[in-house]
């Protein structure tokens, strides 16, 4: 793969659009798996998604150009799939199996087109919303996040000169490899790019992927970028994300079928995978709430991505859990994403070896962190936690409660009455930073 100039196409470009989005393949690779689930499973559901800024001290309607943010969105809309990308995904062998696309599913997304928005300003922040066929709006959230962040970033640099852009990012890159340096010293070490959602911007993630694959060697497993990984030949990394669990809740019809739902969101996604995709995500309402009720049957799947609560508590808690039920941790696999950066990298690293299978998804301080490369320009290049969630499901609410009470979503009744049926053990309050 060429190496792009990043600084002098940051500083040269001038076109009248200039696309974030080139590729419905510059998505991860868990919203294709569960694309196809949804598709099978609930067809007809319909689902809107929102856009939250978490950090509210960004205003991003005063900072991002209504006029561009369309013209960005409309274009994402105009682009489809193309042939190539549609032969490599259906003849790939992704996890071990060939085929991991059902013919139909590859056909469906030949005339596949992202659905239409909402935008609007409200209090210096965009409102925007997805709304329509569950199938098709959930493919918005990740371009979504994508083209913010991107906008955010070219606001910022915009009026630099050709050198402190060539210097700005000379410092991310030595700092980055700074860090695959350490990394280094880590000799069982799995880590893989889960930074699509919240980058800098597309180019970066590009040379940060290529930087981990030169750096590291075998250690660097894969890219949740599909596009990437079809373009630098790596694996395509992902699994299931909290929307299904979410979705289940809110289409549960009373408070018993509310507390069946994640575990019948499991129940179908054993049914289309197997091997190393069988990885529960337990914390949508809680990972104590989660345990607490889990069939046995749970406890033989390959493995948990505890995703927010701190990665040394939350992996004890499930180590524990197993280790109940008469299972060996060493057989297991942990799966770490919730805000790693190298340090956090290092120290869960160096607890849990020996003791249990570990793989790290390193996103948003991988591919969006230029903390201190720039220190005389404010806080523009400083990373927020963006999110695109699903927020309601055939009308009803959606909610996830997490075990970060920060990072909750929903209708406050509704999380008053998951807190009712899930109980609030185990969630404790922390700073949501990315």
């Not at 659905?115 to 959230?141: I, N």
């Not at 909290?242 to 019809?253: F, G, N, Q, S, W």
């Not at 969630?389 to 997490?402: C, F, I, N, Q, W």
Request: proline share 5%; glycine share 6%.
């Amino acid at each position: 793969m060429a190496v792009t100039d990043i600084a002098k196409r940051t500083y040269d470009h001038n076109f009248r659009l200039d696309p974030i989005v080139r590729s419905l393949l510059d998505t991860d690779f868990y919203k294709l798996l569960m694309l196809q689930m949804i598709r099978h499973v609930h067809p007809d559901v319909q689902a809107t998604f929102s856009l939250i800024n978490r950090t509210r001290t960004v205003r991003l309607a005063e900072v991002i150009d209504e006029d561009e943010l369309r013209a960005q969105l409309d274009h994402a809309r105009t682009v489809r799939f193309t042939k190539k990308e549609l032969i490599w995904l259906a003849g790939n062998t992704f996890y071990g199996r060939r085929q991991m696309f059902e013919p139909e599913f590859i056909a469906w997304l030949a005339d596949f087109s992202l659905p239409e928005y909402d935008l609007r300003k409200v209090d210096g922040q965009y409102e925007l919303r997805f709304a329509g066929p569950w199938s098709h709006t959930t493919m918005w959230e990740i371009p979504a996040l994508a083209i913010i962040n991107e906008l955010r970033s070219r606001a910022a640099l915009r009026d630099r000169g050709k050198f402190a852009l060539d210097v700005l990012y000379a410092r991310a890159k030595a700092k980055l490899w700074e860090k695959v340096e350490r990394l280094r010293d880590l000799p069982d070490l799995a880590v893989s790019d889960f930074g699509t959602r919240r980058r800098h911007g597309f180019l970066w993630q590009r040379w940060c992927v290529d930087a981990l694959k030169e750096g590291l060697g075998s250690r660097f497993i894969g890219t949740s970028n599909v596009l990437l990984a079809m373009d630098a030949d790596l694996e395509a990394i992902g699994t299931n994300a909290h929307e299904l669990p979410m979705v289940a809740a809110a289409l549960a019809d009373d408070d018993e079928a509310l507390r069946r739902a994640p575990y019948q969101v499991l129940e179908d996604w054993r049914a289309h995978y197997n091997g190393n995709l069988l990885i529960a995500l337990p914390d949508a309402f809680g990972t104590t709430a989660f345990l607490r009720d889990a069939p046995d049957w749970v406890a033989g799947w390959t493995g948990f991505r505890p995703d927010s609560a701190p990665p040394i508590e939350g992996g004890e808690q499930i180590i524990r859990w197993w280790q109940e039920r008469g299972v060996d941790p060493r057989s297991k696999l942990l799966i770490f994403s919730d805000g790693m950066d190298v340090d956090t990298i290092e120290q869960t690293y160096r607890h849990f070896h020996g003791r249990v299978r570990m793989s790290f998804g390193w996103g948003t301080n991988l591919t969006n962190d230029f903390r201190g490369c720039d220190p005389d320009r404010g806080d523009g290049l400083e990373p927020i936690s963006l999110v695109c969630k699903v927020v309601d499901a055939d009308g009803r609410p959606a909610v996830k409660l997490s075990d970060n009470p920060g990072k909750a979503t929903g209708d406050p009744a509704e999380i008053a009455r998951y807190l009712r049926v899930f109980g609030s053990a185990g969630r404790v309050e922390s700073a949501v930073f990315v």
